[in-house]
Structures are given as structure tokens and as C-alpha cells.
């Protein structure tokens, strides 16, 4: 199987990740714009809120040459995001000081700054995720792609379990947010959750 590298990518990106035997993380595709690869959604005071990597316009189009443009602080506007909207979660004083460390970094090219993310979430959750890479792109049967599996545009498919979500009280459950959602809110239970979800939707 082959799976995109996304920057906290969604629930459903993590479950299928976990379910999968083999597979590998593309590195040659033709970079895809506005994807779970450069942005991910979280649950912020005012509703959803994208948090998207501004990516250098130098011509490169290939995802493992893809730069992030370092014309602003977007780490710290990140960071300074994920704490005004998780500071009063379950879990989030757990996993802030090993979080920090991600965004403290500039990575030059996203496919790095991507894998941190996935080791972080790997890490946590004891997932033993794999980060082999391919070599070079290659066609494959539908059902092993998942490059293009995971639309960000796209309204959820399936049925995502509820749980406990900062802004309860003011918005309706959000199905499928970034991964850091799910964990900020049911920490160690991350994993459980995903192998649940896993088995509602076979």
C-alpha cells in the first residue's frame, strides 16, 4: 500500500495507517495542493480552523523537494493555535513540552517536518508506525492507493464514534479533525478509538 505524508492528517488517515500490513510513504508524487499534506483542521473557539504550511513557489513540484516558506512564523501561530484550542483538554498538558520541540525546528523541506508529526502521533500511541519511503512514484492497484484516498474539500465518509470535544457545548461534533484532536482529547484512548472505528466501517 501506498499512503500520502500529511501534516497531522486526519482521524480517518491514522486508522487506515494502523490497519495496513505494508506499506510506504509516497515521496515522488507530484505535490497536490490543498491537502491534508500542507494543512490540517482542528477545533478552534470560532468553529473549524485550517492550519496550513505556506510551501516556497520555486518551480519544485516534486513532494520530497517541497520547501516550506519561511516568510512568516507560521510554527509559533501554529503552536500558539493548537494551545489556545486544546489548553483545557484532557490531555494536552501531557503531550506540550514533546510537541513544542516539532514546531522550535525549521525544517527545510515539508516531507521532514511531515514524518515528525507521523513519528510524534506513532511515539504516543506506541503505533510502531513505519516511515519507509518510496524511491520513485509508481502505479499501483486502486484498492493499495491511498494517495488521493483522503480529501480534504471533502465532507467525512463514515461514521466517526463521538467523543468529548473542547467546544462541546458550542458546535456539533466535528467528525474526522487532525489526528491531535483525538489524542488531545482521549490521550492513551487514541488508539483504541482508531481500531474501534476501524471495525465499525468494515
Given amino acids: 500500500m501506498i499512503f500520502p505524508a500529511f501534516y497531522f492528517g486526519p482521524i480517518s488517515y491514522f486508522a487506515e495507517l494502523i490497519n495496513a500490513e505494508e506499506y510506504k510513504l509516497e515521496a515522488c508524487e507530484h505535490f497536490p495542493k490543498q491537502t491534508y499534506r500542507n494543512r490540517c483542521y482542528i477545533q478552534g473557539a470560532n468553529g473549524k480552523l485550517r492550519l496550513g504550511i505556506p510551501t516556497q513557489h520555486d518551480g519544485a513540484r516534486i513532494?520530497?523537494?517541497?520547501?516550506?516558506?519561511?516568510?512568516?512564523?507560521?510554527?509559533?501561530?501554529?503552536?500558539?493555535?493548537?494551545?489556545?484550542?486544546?489548553?483545557?483538554?484532557?490531555?494536552?498538558?501531557?503531550?506540550?513540552?514533546?510537541?513544542?520541540?516539532?514546531?522550535?525546528?525549521?525544517?527545510?523541506?515539508?516531507?521532514?517536518?511531515?514524518?515528525?508529526?507521523?513519528?510524534?502521533?506513532?511515539?504516543?500511541l506506541k503505533l510502531n508506525l513505519k516511515l519507509e519511503l518510496t524511491e520513485t512514484y509508481e502505479k499501483v492497484d486502486e484498492k493499495q492507493d491511498f494517495r488521493n484516498h483522503f480529501d480534504a474539500k471533502a465532507q467525512p465518509i463514515g461514521e466517526f464514534p463521538k467523543y468529548f470535544q473542547v467546544f462541546d457545548e458550542k458546535f456539533e461534533f466535528m467528525p474526522d479533525l487532525s489526528i491531535i484532536d483525538l489524542l488531545c482529547n482521549k490521550g492513551p484512548e487514541t488508539a483504541t478509538y482508531l481500531r474501534e472505528f476501524n471495525n465499525k466501517i468494515k
Fill in 63 to 124: 513532494m520530497k523537494e517541497i520547501q516550506i516558506s519561511q516568510e512568516y512564523n507560521w510554527q509559533k501561530e501554529h503552536f500558539k493555535s493548537l494551545v489556545s484550542a486544546y489548553k483545557s483538554s484532557p490531555y494536552f498538558e501531557f503531550y506540550e513540552d514533546d510537541l513544542w520541540p516539532i514546531f522550535e525546528k525549521k525544517e527545510k523541506y515539508l516531507l521532514d517536518f511531515n514524518l515528525k508529526t507521523i513519528e510524534f502521533i506513532s511515539s504516543k
